[in-house]
């Protein structure tokens, strides 16, 4: 399937197959008085449900980070992990949301108590 792209807002998608998409977001616009401006966010249906994933993969190339989101059936007699998304980000947003995701592991242990990685 030969990829199709197209653009809306400050977003541009690539759709390479039925199952794959990929979404670029482009950097904060900025007001006159140089505050950023918090973007709207909207997603169609299918992705506002989200997909559960309970492994992840991290790769990353010169100019990329590559993200991958796995669900690995437990018990099940083949031990293949399918990608359910995949997430490619430049640097700068990869830091962001490494950044991000600190900040909120911080607030939900402060809550809820530490994490107990295994």
Do not use: C
């Amino acid at each position: 399937m030969k990829p199709s792209r197209f653009s809306k807002k400050n977003r541009q998608y690539t759709r390479w197959s039925k199952n794959v998409k990929e979404v670029r977001i482009a950097p904060e616009i900025k007001q006159d008085a140089g505050k950023a401006v918090e973007p709207r966010i909207e997603a169609d249906d299918n992705t506002a449900q989200g997909v559960y994933a309970n492994l992840a993969g991290v790769s990353h190339t010169e100019t990329e980070f590559v993200l991958d989101f796995l669900f690995l059936q437990p018990n099940a007699p083949s031990q293949t992990a399918r990608v359910r998304a995949r997430i490619i980000s430049g640097m700068v947003h990869a830091k962001r949301f490494q950044r991000a995701l600190q900040e909120n592991i911080k607030k939900y242990e402060d809550r809820f108590g530490p994490i107990h990685d295994q």
